[in-house]
């Protein structure tokens, strides 16, 4: 597929996409990101590492960005995103590829919680909250 046609793909699919599909479409960007840094370092490319984890930390940022302070929840992902940053750029500097891996499981986790809270939305499930 040549790039403007991949560019118009990816454009469509976000302009069609549901709002927690746009959520999920960040999430699998970042751990993609995360997943070729470690390969860059694996292969001493410096400045693939960089850039692939800068563009994870971009995306870290974005979720920063658009959290709903109202709701208390939101103070601990925001504190979660916050290791999971300084892990990026730890590892970053020290060519540190446990640090990379454990932000990639963190925000796996994250994203399989939010995939179940699609799939809840989408079908109309009433919130239940247990104690």
Not at 18 to 31: E, F, K, Q, S, V
Not at 71 to 97: A, C, H, T, W
């Amino acid at each position: 597929m040549n790039n403007r046609a991949q560019q118009t793909y990816l454009l469509n699919q976000v302009n069609t996409a549901h709002p927690g599909d746009l959520t999920l479409m960040l999430y699998n960007g970042c751990i993609k990101f995360m997943r070729q840094a470690i390969v860059s370092m694996e292969n001493k490319d410096y400045e693939g590492k960089n850039n692939y984890i800068q563009r994870a930390l971009d995306i870290i940022d974005e979720f920063i960005i658009t959290l709903n302070m109202d709701y208390p929840i939101s103070q601990n992902l925001r504190s979660l995103y916050m290791f999971m940053k300084e892990n990026l750029i730890q590892g970053n500097v020290r060519m540190d590829i446990q640090k990379v891996q454990i932000t990639i499981d963190l925000m796996s986790e994250l994203k399989d919680t939010w995939v179940q809270a699609v799939k809840k939305a989408k079908s109309g499930e009433p919130d239940q909250v247990t104690v």
